[in-house]
């Protein structure tokens, strides 16, 4: 049997430092590394109150740096919200500095507030179209140039 765990800079206050948030964080990241689990995820998330969330490859980038083996995953990417280009370069370059743990998750995205503000205009449902365009552009990309109409 396999394990994982989801977690986030989860900030249910602001009388909370984020020198806290990231201390637990990182205390739950080394005890599930500890402790055998194959992967920790984390999300994407723009706007949720106590969720910090923006970029899930730096938050990864910086755990990789403080735990040995768990493999670190995107749970996940908000297709509609990324650059082909930008996305397969962040990933790429959270691999590499992880040594290699990256596994890569990605979604249409999940709220509709979160749409009205990351893509005003675009209805949540949409985001699915985004996915299906975004991930073949993201695999041709890390197999070498590519050029996209999309």
Known sequence: MKFAVSLSME?????VPMQ?????L???????D???????WTSEHHTLE???????FQTLTWL??????????????????????RLAGEAALC???TKGRLEFGIARGSYQYEFDRMTPGLQQQEGVGYMK???????KLWAGDYAHDG
Not at 11 to 15: A, L, T
Not at 20 to 24: D, I, L, P, R, S
């Open 133 to 139: 365009e975004l991930v073949p552009a993201v695999q």
């Open 34 to 40: 500890e402790g055998g689990f194959e992967t920790l």
């Open 50 to 56: 106590c969720t910090i969330a923006p970029n899930p």
């Open 64 to 85: 990789g740096q403080h735990t040995e083996r768990i493999r670190l995953g995107t749970a996940t990417i908000a297709a509609a919200y990324w650059h082909p280009i």
């Open 95 to 97: 691999d590499h500095l």
């Open 11 to 15: 900030r249910f206050s602001p009388d």
């Open 20 to 24: 806290t948030v990231m201390a637990n």
């Open 26 to 32: 990182l205390e739950l990241a080394k005890i599930a």
